[in-house]
T-cell receptor, first 112, second 113 residues
């Protein structure tokens, strides 16, 4: 069946450094990929989404490129800020499905 | 603008007691509605979805049930709570099927003791 894998459970970085959070997926259908961010005690909010192969999408300094050849949608930022500390989820949906499948999440902690 | 309101904000309930959580969407006609469950620090698991009034589909079995009595209302309930029901329950809505953004409510924190 369809699945999403996030390999890092916890990432700790110093402010100003770059970050990449990994996301890979498995499906036999046409994929739609999302990154959601959840700050402490808040609801998840959409950060990025894409269904177009090899096209970079950006928002709030974060960016990701869907690569269908490697089934990946990694999230990157060139310089993390303290306010980026949050739980990040990669999520997957396929055309014709009502199910949004979330990865296990990556807790990003940015230190001063 | 669309708003999503969940109630209660938090609950502490005893094992074996009943539960009812609610969600109301305002500003959007005939939304697709969802219930998600999140263990503390864990991933989001979709529980139910509803496309129209009176119709609810189950995604996973967790001894919970859901109903959509009105176009803008979604209810999650059970007659007997288990310890494993503890967590964060999020109601959400979307415009279309599958490939569009899902908007989440602020959630209900449930602690079963």
């Amino acid at each position: 069946g369809d699945s999403v894998t996030q390999t890092e459970g916890l990432v700790t970085l110093t402010k100003g450094l770059p970050v990449m959070l990994n996301c890979t997926y498995q499906t036999t259908y046409s994929p739609f990929l999302f990154w959601y961010v959840q700050h402490l005690n808040e609801a998840p909010k959409l950060l990025l989404k894409s269904s177009t192969d090899n096209k970079r999408t950006e928002h709030q300094g974060f960016y990701a490129t869907l690569h269908k050849s490697s089934s990946s949608f990694h999230l990157q930022k060139s310089s993390v800020q303290l306010s980026d500390s949050a739980l990040y989820f990669c999520a997957f949906a396929s055309s014709g499905s009502w199910q949004l499948i979330f990865g296990s999440g990556t807790q990003l902690t940015v230190m001063p | 603008a669309q708003t999503i309101h969940q109630w209660p904000v938090a609950e502490i309930k005893a094992v074996g007691s009943p539960l009812s959580l609610g969600c109301t969407i305002k500003g959007k006609s005939s939304p697709n509605l969802y219930w998600y469950w999140q263990a503390t620090g864990g991933t989001l698991q979709q529980l139910f979805y509803s496309i129209t009034v009176g119709q609810v589909e189950s995604v996973v079995q967790l001894n919970l049930s859901a109903s959509r009595p009105k176009d803008d209302q979604f209810i999650l309930s059970t007659e007997k709570l288990l310890l494993s029901h503890s967590g964060f329950y999020l109601c959400a809505w979307s415009l279309e099927q599958g490939n569009t953004e899902v908007f989440f409510g602020k959630g209900t924190r449930l602690t079963v003791v």
